[in-house]
């Protein structure tokens, strides 16, 4: 509970220096004011262009991150990552193509972009079983995977130029200039997957058990793991196509929030969403203010922080590998 507390109560001081961060100022008396009692241009100017990236930044961090957390569970690998296994490769490569090729169909992004890192998933489940799931091979398929769909979606940005800003934000993991309509079509989403993350948490706790107990209980063991994994797929999906790949964050926050509030997913799923919130909103904040009045993507500041960590973590976890 405290773990709770201490971190929503730093969301909320983020979310105000976030909302403070550029050249317009506001405070929180004014913004209160002008948001729901008397017009304010300062005010509605902020609503207009910073809301819209924070909320879009805290929803895609919770998102994430959870998927991170599912994943773990899933191929019980602490090292598994959406970004790392390269679902959101393939995720965003999907989105590119339904942007550049049929623009009119943007609201069902998501959905192409799911079909997309689903097909990633089961790429690198195919390549990496070999009458199991072994995390190092899982890791070195994944990794393998998201060159390969990085490269096509980094060379077809390299032809579309700069005329694709779309695209290419799905391509740098860019969160400016994003409006209340990308807000809408993540929102919808993302509180469809996290409802659903928070319904299977008991699975994701049963996926920590031997196949063979797990059979033994009478539960069909391949058919919850494809469940969560879908789950996690679509959470890692719909973010990517929004904001783009943001690499090593559901593999750093999970383990945090693991030291945090322990394993029971029940009360892990919950706390990284906000940690994923906090986390993505950080590397956006910190990313507009190190550079100032230029920017450096959350995705480059997460790939900075993320590399040595993950360095780290796999270190501590060649004995299981």
Known sequence: MISFLVTGAALIMLFLVAVNTGSLKASPGQIIKGLFIEYDETVATIYSLRFPRIFIAMLAGAAVAVSGVMLQAVMKNPLADPGIMGISSGAGMAAILVTVFAPSLYLAVPVFAFLGGVFACSIVYILSWKGELSPL?????????????????????SMMGANYSGAASIVNGNITMKTWDDFQMLLVYTVIGLLLAVVFSTKCDILGLEDKTILSLGIRVNTVRILVSAVAVLLASISTAVV??????????????????GNSHKVLI??????????????????????????????????????????????RAKAEL
């Open 244 to 261: 783009g790949s943001i690499s090593f964050l559901g593999l750093l926050v999970p383990h945090i929030a693991r030291l945090l509030v």
């Open 270 to 315: 919950p706390y990284t969403m906000l940690l994923g919130s906090f986390t993505l909103l950080l590397a956006d904040t910190v990313g507009r203010t190190i550079a100032y009045p230029h920017e450096i993507n959350a995705a480059v500041i997460m790939a900075v922080i993320g590399g040595p960590s993950f360095i780290l973590l796999l270190r």
């Open 137 to 157: 091979r899982v890791i070195l398929t994944g990794v393998a995977v998201n060159a390969f769909f990085t490269g096509l979606m980094s060379a077809g940005e």
